[in-house]
Nanobody
Framework: QVQLVESGGGLVQAGDSLRISCTTSGRTISSFAMGWFRQALGKEREFVAA????????YYDDGVKGRFTIFRDNAKNTVYLQMNSLKPEDTAVYYC?????????????????WGQGTQVTVSS
């Protein structure tokens, strides 16, 4: 069984930066594709970014491309999401997810493992 625990969320102002982390246990994530999703109040959970296990390929939603960066440290079994130039519309609970299967990383149904989420609030 794989456990995912997010950390690093908080309250920031528009334009600030924040880095959130997802630490896993139970299995090494070196062969996992890892993703970040977010869910704002009253909205569907949506894709933010993902990183593949092959060649470290990265994928981003158009709304965060150029502002967010996903990267991983397999030795620490940790995936990060560096968020720059934050906007109030980035406010949401951010969830980490993982899968060890070949999958469409943009699709939340592709992921087998999920964390409990960390709140990110951006004030204007």
């Amino acid at each position: 069984q794989v456990q995912l625990v997010e950390s690093g969320g908080g309250l920031v102002q528009a334009g600030d930066s924040l880095r959130i982390s997802c630490t896993t246990s139970g299995r090494t994530i070196s062969s996992f594709a890892m993703g970040w999703f977010r869910q704002a109040l009253g909205k569907e959970r949506e894709f933010v970014a993902a990183i593949g296990w092959t060649m470290g390929s990265t994928y981003y939603d158009d709304g965060v491309k150029g502002r967010f960066t996903i990267f991983r440290d397999n030795a620490k079994n940790t995936v990060y999401l560096q968020m720059n130039s934050l906007k109030p519309e980035d406010t949401a609970v951010y969830y980490c997810a993982g899968t060890d299967k070949a999958a469409n990383v943009y699709y939340r149904g592709s992921y087998d493992y999920w964390g409990q989420g960390t709140q990110v609030t951006v004030s204007s």
